[in-house]
């Protein structure tokens, strides 16, 4: 069994940053790939970003390119999102997610295990 628990989630005003880390347990492998997804109220589940474990291969949603910067501490089997230049768009329960594969899908249903999520919001 695998757990993710995610951590650093807040209220932040508009161009403020935040770092969120979420700490892997359990039957990991350094071949996942790991990712960060959100949800918005009445808005459908979206990739954020991702990370190869063994590459490091990162890919990043448009929305957040050149602003959110993910990474890996494999020693600790913790991954990280430094979200800098919030928006009031970025508001969403942030999720952690492993794929037992090295792939970087952008597809939710296609990740086998999640965090139970932080909320982040972003102030105008």
């Known amino acids: 069994q695998v757990q993710l628990v995610e951590s650093g989630g807040g209220l932040v005003q508009a161009g403020g940053s935040l770092r969120l880390s979420c700490a892997a347990s359990g039957r990991t492998s350094n071949t996942w790939a790991m990712g960060w997804f959100r949800q918005a109220p009445g808005k459908e589940r979206e990739f954020v970003a991702g990370i190869n474990w063994s590459g490091p291969r990162t890919t990043y949603a448009d929305s957040v390119k050149g602003r959110f910067t993910i990474s890996r501490d494999n020693a600790k089997n913790t991954l990280f999102l430094q979200m800098n230049s919030l928006k009031p768009e970025d508001t969403a329960v942030y999720y952690c997610?492993?794929?037992?594969?090295?792939?970087?899908?952008?597809?939710?249903?296609?990740?086998?295990?999640w965090g139970q999520g932080t909320q982040v919001t972003v102030s105008s």
């Open positions: 997610a492993a794929e037992r594969s090295p792939n970087l899908h952008r597809i939710p249903k296609l990740w086998d295990y």
